[in-house]
């Protein structure tokens, strides 16, 4: 699984961004995307994610001003961000976490990918 972010630029705090998430490959065996960010000298962290029932999640911090939706027939997955602050400057990556059976079905194989990141830039 290949994953292609776009999205990132720069904005003024209390902006909004919408991040776009592309995967190819096989995507039929990705159970779930998440959007991490990692800003200068932090370590990175998770934001948002969402797997192949449609079940989302996201970090408290973020929560009411982000929303991660997906679009299946585009194999892409949205990062909609709203009221953005400047403290969530940040190269912003999209992660896949998928997998396959083996052995007959008797081992199951998973794996992560990671796309290059996005920046986004929230300016005072």
């Known amino acids: 699984v290949q994953l292609v972010e776009s999205g990132g630029r720069l904005v003024q705090a209390g902006g909004s961004l919408r991040l776009s998430c592309v995967a190819s490959?096989?995507?039929?065996?990705?159970?779930?995307i998440g959007w991490y960010r990692q800003a200068p000298g932090k370590q990175r962290e998770l934001v948002a994610s969402i797997n192949s029932g449609g079940l989302s999640r996201s970090a408290d911090s973020v929560k009411g001003r982000f929303t991660i939706s997906r679009d299946n027939a585009k194999n892409t997955v949205y990062l909609q961000m709203t009221r953005l602050k400047p403290e969530e400057t940040a190269v912003y990556y999209c992660?896949?976490?998928?997998?396959?059976?083996?052995?007959?079905?008797?081992?199951?194989?998973?794996?992560?990918?990671w796309g290059q990141g996005t920046q986004v830039t929230v300016s005072s």
């Open positions: 490959g096989s995507t039929f065996s990705i159970k779930a």
């Open positions: 992660n896949a976490q998928y997998g396959f059976y083996s052995d007959g079905g008797k081992t199951w194989n998973e794996y992560n990918s």
